[in-house]
């Protein structure tokens, strides 16, 4: 576009014959730059090519090897390797797909809503899925296993004692040196920003990278949500050192703790190693600059400026490739639009079988019914069913539609599992309303939820009484349901002050001298039939025992928006639960209760069960620890900051052509000891 510019300029100014003569040599020479441009592209996919060959031989020896120092990654090593060999990757998925299996197609699913934006440390659950579809970490699960990693970014994982305390553990992480951050795409960009050509480069993913991830989150001045979550583990890791390009050393806080015995001893915290397989890198090469190519910090000699510099802070919140995910994993991203958002597959990927078809797009929907609607048009793969069509789908099913789809090769198939989350109503306790336990129980008791769950959600979701997955260790069964007594409720909201003064059918109490009604707002998000329905029953319960709460219901950006602020007063969420061991320190820990972002949204402080992270944190006996978590358990049920609704049962239904779908924990055929109740969507693949 430059050059046309420029050319326009010339006919301005000098005769036509020069001007032609100018035009022809510069389409001569044009002609000649794409020739040599194509021959070295040719040249750079033929040397990839052998590259890729190389590394998966060298990574081959690597993962069979053991390391004394990062210089020599390839020498003996006395310390064992952390990462275990994941089987179904490197011999059953390669003997059920064959010696000839491509990958193909496109998987089509949906997202509620558009998300705001694509930041890093966005907190929106499905934007964090896919940022982990296009980075990589320091290990994975293995599949189908909880507490077992294998390599992912890292080929080695090794506990090392450290020089000045041999009683301690410092970890080595060892990386991949095959993994390469891909090129921006100046298409996914506004035609006003131009990019410096730093970026549009292939850039190797370093330990420099997952360094950058750490000293982002524990930058005080980075607000994202998903920093100030990951800072609450991450504060205490003590030193970060880069080794080399391919090797750093991460070593966490010891502190004091009481063995058996009553010594005083030194631990470094239980969920230490997971936490370091955990860490991810991030894109120094585009986050730490100007779209211009120009440094945000020009001197960023200080090892910590990252950590701590307030200006870098603000412009990464604000960072002109907040819309985009810089890629380094399985998939690259491929843009966002209005319809949704493209990921392709990774062709260069060290991992062959990381992805089983040729990419993948969400559509952006509004509402579940939307999704639906879209799924028996056949028009996306995977479709989870809300309970109020379960109806509508036995009726699909039988319609003259569905006939001719299954004529077509288009047959649907379902998935039943118990999700790994919860849904609750929080109560904020910094309002006036909420601040008392007996309130809060008398809100449970108010609420009848097996109604909720038999006649709002067609049976499709488990009682539940704490914080833990009902099908977890730590989630103590013994514990008793609240029953629906509103009889009991009304006792507890007298003793608690609250009573109908002016006899206007609505409890009052005097707070800070001045006469205040019970009168509060319950956001929601507005776009779940379910969700909706279940928050009139909760108004409509909440009155017969002299309450009005007054129903908000918002977007997905609007209810982020007043979670992350604690600018609510009671709020209807879900939350998507962690794999074992369960860290209950981001929602129940007193640190986080008056921080913004923070997943503490409702303020909860409570001594006892600070006491009880504590103890968890060092805690490495199987056995006690699950006593701990009973006794957490119970003392939330007993201060009852949420009224625990339900666990969500789930039918997944999706397409004939979607191949491999299954719940590892009950194919022992396929992933001996595997215990992940979970469906494995990362090695689906499509019949075409």
């Not at 997971?274 to 440094?295: M, N, R």
């Not at 879209?374 to 319609?399: M, T, W």
Request: glycine share 4%; hydrophobic share 35%; aromatic share 12%.
């Amino acid at each position: 576009m430059k050059s046309n510019g420029i050319f326009k300029g010339l006919f301005a100014c000098i005769g036509l014959m020069l001007v032609g003569m100018l035009y022809w040599s510069s389409l001569l020479q044009e002609k000649d730059l794409k020739k040599v441009r194509q021959e070295i592209k040719e040249l750079r996919t033929e040397m990839a090519g052998l590259g890729q060959k190389i590394s998966r031989e060298i990574s081959k020896a690597q993962a069979s090897a053991t390391y004394t120092d990062a210089s020599h990654p390839l020498a003996v090593s006395q310390y064992p390797n952390l990462l275990v060999k994941d089987v179904y990757y490197e011999k059953t998925l390669p003997k059920l797909l064959g010696d000839h299996f491509r990958p193909q197609g496109m998987l089509n699913r949906a997202l509620i809503g558009k998300p705001e934006s694509l930041h890093p440390f966005n907190g929106f659950r499905d934007v964090s899925q896919m940022i982990d579809m296009c980075t990589a970490q320091v290990a994975d699960l293995k599949t189908g296993c909880y507490e077992t990693m294998a390599p992912h970014m890292a080929v080695r994982l090794e506990a090392r004692p450290q020089p000045e305390h041999p009683e301690l553990q410092e970890y080595w992480v060892f990386l991949r040196d095959d993994v390469y951050w891909a090129p921006l795409d100046p298409a996914h960009f506004p035609d006003a920003l131009e990019l410096a050509p730093h970026f549009l480069e292939r850039h190797p993913v370093t330990s420099a990278d997952f360094k950058f991830f750490y000293d982002a989150i524990m930058n005080p001045y980075v607000h994202e949500p998903k920093a100030v979550s990951l800072r609450t583990y991450y504060n205490d890791i003590e030193e970060f050192k880069i080794i080399d390009p391919h090797t750093f050393v991460v070593r966490w806080k010891a502190f004091s703790t009481k063995n058996e015995e009553g010594s005083e001893v030194k631990k470094v915290k239980y969920t230490s190693l997971s936490l370091t397989g955990a860490l991810q890198p991030l894109a120094s090469f585009v986050f730490q600059y100007f779209a211009d190519g120009q440094k945000i910090i020009e001197d960023d000699s200080d090892p910590n400026t990252y950590k701590k510099d307030s200006v870098w802070a603000q412009n990464f919140t604000q960072h002109w490739a907040k819309n985009i995910i810089v890629s380094c994993g399985p998939y690259l991203f491929d843009g966002m639009t209005e319809e949704g958002i493209s990921f392709k597959r990774n062709p260069n990927y060290y991992e062959p079988y990381a992805v089983l078809v040729e990419g993948m797009k969400y559509f952006f929907k509004e509402s579940f019914d939307a999704t639906w609607q879209d799924f028996k048009a056949g028009k996306i793969d995977l479709c989870v069913l809300s309970p109020n069509q379960l109806i509508e789908l036995d009726d699909f099913l039988h319609s003259s539609d569905y006939q001719f789809q299954k004529e077509h090769h288009q047959d649907i198939k379902t998935l039943d599992y118990v999700d790994l989350s919860y849904f609750y109503i929080g109560w904020n306790e910094h309002k006036p309303f909420f601040s008392d336990e007996k309130v809060r129980k008398a809100m449970t008791l108010a609420i009848d939820r097996r109604r909720i769950i038999e006649q709002n959600l067609n049976m499709m979701a488990v009682a539940i009484t704490g914080p833990f997955f009902c099908y977890s260790p730590a989630y103590d069964e013994t514990i008793p349901s609240y029953p629906f007594n509103p009889e009991e409720a009304r006792r507890l909201l007298e003793e608690a002050g609250w009573i109908d003064i002016d006899g206007d059918g609505v409890r009052d109490k005097i707070v800070n001298g001045t006469r205040t009604a019970f009168h509060f707002k319950l956001y929601y998000f507005i776009k779940s039939l379910s969700t909706k329905v279940i928050a009139e029953y909760i108004m409509t319960a909440l009155r017969e025992v002299g309450i009005q709460c007054e129903l908000c219901g918002v977007d997905i950006a609007d209810l982020s928006r007043q979670f992350e602020e604690k600018n609510f007063d009671a709020i209807l969420l879900g939350w998507k639960l962690g794999t074992p061991p369960e860290d209950p320190r981001q929602l129940w820990h007193s640190s986080g209760a008056k921080e913004k972002g923070s997943s503490n949204a409702i303020g909860f402080a409570n001594s006892k069960i600070d006491q009880l992270i504590e103890l968890l944190n060092y805690e490495y006996d199987k056995t006690k620890r699950i006593a701990l978590y009973h006794h957490f358990h119970e003392i939330i049920h007993e201060e009852e900051p949420y009224t625990f609704l339900y666990t969500p049962k789930v039918r997944l239904l999706y397409r004939e052509r979607v191949q491999n779908l299954f719940i590892p924990r009950e194919r022992q055929d396929l992933i001996p000891g595997a215990d992940i109740p979970e469906p494995n969507l990362q090695t689906i693949w499509l019949k075409e």
